[in-house]
């Protein structure tokens, strides 16, 4: 079963699966609610799951199938490759994470090892992938974390320090050196980092 609100996208999967031996799609679905109507409709044996949806996010489908259809295995295939989202997707369950711009041949023999029980996805994977992205403020003392997080907020270096109960001399030498540890250079940049660690791409941008 395919669960993606791209119908062209969906009618493109199909054609790989069906074209395969041994598979073929037994149902569609454009959103979580009728992907899971859908579902315990078919009762499929591995599921197609964007991780972007109308009314929703493909995590939410695969919690939902878990409970009603534990039998049922899912596959991430989307557009994000984002280390929040291949977590959350590890943990509701997933047993792969394919990015969409894969050939059409991967999908079909993922989707075969998947339904002959193996898991693609594990912690080890995770894990890695996260050491390969070192995290930017792991120099950070406490206060210029602090100082981080309240830049996210919007706050002016006065309100900042107002907060903090501290000089506005020394907000300023806090930014200064978290500019200098996380690489960046205007403390706009620090602000939109901020706010890209607050809503990963996958949740909030429509369309993928």
Same mark, same amino acid.
């Given at each position: 079963?395919? &669960? @993606? ?7 493109? #999967? ?40 109308? @009314? ?54 993922? #989707? ?26 792991? @120099? ?6 602090? &100082? ?17 109960g501290v000089a506005e001399k020394t907000v300023k030498n806090h930014i200064t050196s978290l500019l200098s540890k996380m690489g960046l ?24």
């Amino acid at each position: 079963m395919i &669960v @993606d609100d791209h119908e062209v996208v969906r009618r493109g #999967i199909a054609e790989v699966v069906d074209r395969s031996e041994g598979m073929s799609v037994v149902a569609e679905a454009g959103s979580v609610a009728e992907g899971i109507r859908r579902a315990t409709l078919v009762r499929p044996q591995v599921v197609l799951v964007d991780l972007q949806l109308p @009314d929703g996010t493909g995590i939410d489908l695969m919690h939902a199938l878990r409970e009603q259809l534990p039998e049922t295995r899912s596959v991430v295939l989307t557009s994000f490759d984002d280390d929040d989202a291949l977590a959350a997707a590890l943990e509701a369950g997933a047993a792969a994470y394919l990015l969409k711009s894969v050939r059409g041949a991967e999908i079909a023999d993922v #989707i075969k090892s998947v339904n002959a029980g193996r898991t693609l996805l594990d912690e080890r994977t995770v894990t890695r992938r996260r050491a390969d992205h070192d995290d930017p403020t792991v @120099d950070l003392t406490p206060s210029e974390r602090k &100082v981080l997080d309240l830049i996210g907020e919007g706050m002016s270096n006065r309100e900042i320090a107002e907060r903090l109960g501290v000089a506005e001399k020394t907000v300023k030498n806090h930014i200064t050196s978290l500019l200098s540890k996380m690489g960046l250079q205007r403390r706009t940049q620090v602000a939109a980092w901020v706010a890209g660690r607050k809503h990963s791409a996958w949740r909030s941008e429509p369309g993928d």
